[in-house]
């Protein structure tokens, strides 16, 4: 993470190129994300705000502009938003949602989110504790592990 200095230095680099301007910060703190406690994710978001806080401040005492501070995302834009810091964020995963958001600790000042899609898939057959069914791999995603089982009944 770039100190103070190191934002002014760039913003002054910046306003040097004609075809530049410079509108603000991008404070996109994503590894707090899945973060599972909401302690944890305060605490990484109260760390990142006082960053871009600071980094914000020192522009504007050097007379150079940030008219935006953004970030935030699914699991800690509460946070962000709450800084008193950021003035625009950027939640996206809430749309969909993902089956990892579902493992952090839920925090009752965040909306509950839930998952918007499913996979429909049926057993075509088993052999002991292994099934195989009529979705491929390709039709789960498996960066955050495997999908899980969820029961639906009736047709759709």
């Not at 996979?119 to 960066?143: C, E, N, Q």
């Amino acid at each position: 993470m770039p100190d103070t200095a190191a934002v002014v230095d760039l913003a002054r680099e910046i306003k040097l190129h004609k075809g530049l301007k410079l509108r603000g910060l991008q404070a996109y703190y994503g590894s707090a994300q899945h973060r599972r406690s909401v302690r944890e994710r305060r605490q990484a978001i109260t760390l990142a705000a006082g960053l871009a806080g600071a980094a914000r401040d020192g522009l504007l005492a050097e007379g150079l502009s940030c008219d935006i501070v953004t970030g935030g995302g699914t699991g800690t834009f509460p946070y962000e938003t709450g800084s008193g810091v950021y003035n625009e964020v950027q939640p996206g995963s809430y749309v969909l949602m993902d089956v990892d958001y579902g493992k952090n600790e839920f925090d009752p000042i965040a909306p509950a989110f839930e998952p918007a899609l499913y996979i429909l898939s049926s057993v075509m057959s088993a052999r002991g504790d292994r099934v195989t069914l009529d979705a491929g791999l390709k039709a789960f995603s498996t960066d955050s592990g495997p999908a899980i089982r969820t029961e639906l009944t009736g047709w759709f």
